[in-house]
């Protein structure tokens, strides 16, 4: 007889992911076409060079990157545990020191309360992705009772 489990969750921020994307190459044209502006001399006598336009170019793709970096948070939960990648920092955490997933009224995202009374935010479950928010927070939530009602079973 098979055990029946929870769906493993996969979840990122879905439209900030979209929002970066579309912003990201507009900053890169945008320095581009601002690099084009840099010739002649400026008011205090200096000239602009071709390293000047390149150096732009350079910053351009460089908060572009920065802007895309948005798009790093990601989860992954199956049955093991749930495997956290936020902006800055990563966790990789078993059910067992989780107490409850948590998804605040007024939050941004939702958050893993644990044994330790820390916390951990899952910036990949935004409140502005709306139901995939929802769903991957009940998804969490199924995944963590099952942990539970799995660990209850074998004292």
């Excluded at 800055?88 to 605040?104: C, E, H, I, K, M």
């Amino acid at each position: 007889m098979s055990e029946q489990h929870p769906p493993d969750v996969r979840a990122l921020p879905r439209r900030l992911s979209q929002v970066c994307w579309v912003v990201a190459p507009f900053i890169v044209l945008m320095f581009i076409a601002l690099s084009f502006g840099l010739t002649g001399r400026t008011e205090g006598g200096g000239m602009f060079s071709t390293g000047d336009q390149y150096a732009m170019v350079g910053l351009g793709i460089l908060l572009a990157a920065g802007v895309l970096w948005f798009t790093r948070p990601r989860v992954y939960a199956d049955t093991k545990g749930v495997r956290i990648r936020n902006m800055f920092g990563s966790y990789n955490l078993p059910w067992q020191v989780v107490t409850a997933v948590r998804f605040d009224e007024g939050s941004p995202w939702a958050a893993l309360d644990l044994a330790d009374d820390d916390q951990v935010a899952v910036m990949a479950i935004q409140r502005q992705d709306k139901d995939r928010a929802v769903a991957a927070v009940r998804g969490l939530r199924a995944l963590l009772a099952d942990s539970q009602t799995g660990a209850e079973g074998t004292d």
